[in-house]
């Protein structure tokens, strides 16, 4: 069985809403984050959260608009997308990480390299 299960995606029109899913088998990641990608591009980091101390980061394309959340007793991750674009389509991944992992805390959305546990990712298509 897959770590990181993502459900939640589909297709919608431009300033819609989808709430992404990302459930984790067995274990509630300390860092959990959302990438997204598209053919002939390179995965970009969209919201990551840990629930040691709450930190939050969001990519500049994501501030504003969306909402990472974790809901440890479910070991389920979320992520809110309001207000969604064209360019917001993609296949999303969530991704979970122990943010020490490296040595030095990280958990962040600039490095999916760091990530080592990941999800068959699920479509998300924003038509204009």
């Known amino acids: 069985q897959a770590p990181l299960v993502e459900s939640g995606g589909g297709s919608v029109q431009a300033g819609g809403s989808l709430r992404l899913s990302c459930a984790a088998s067995?274990?509630?990641?300390?860092?959990m984050a959302w990438f997204r990608q598209v053919p002939g591009k390179e995965r970009e980091g969209v919201a990551a959260v840990s629930n040691l101390g709450g930190t939050i980061v969001y990519a500049d394309s994501a501030k504003g608009r969306f909402t990472i959340s974790q809901d440890n007793a479910k070991n389920t991750g979320y992520l809110e997308m309001n207000s969604l674009k064209p360019e917001d389509t993609g296949v999303y991944y969530c991704a979970a990480r122990n943010p020490f992992a490296d040595g030095a805390w990280y958990c962040g959305v600039d490095a999916a390299e760091r990530y080592g546990d990941w999800g068959q990712g699920t479509q998300v298509t924003v038509s204009s």
């Open positions: 067995g274990f509630s990641p300390d860092c």
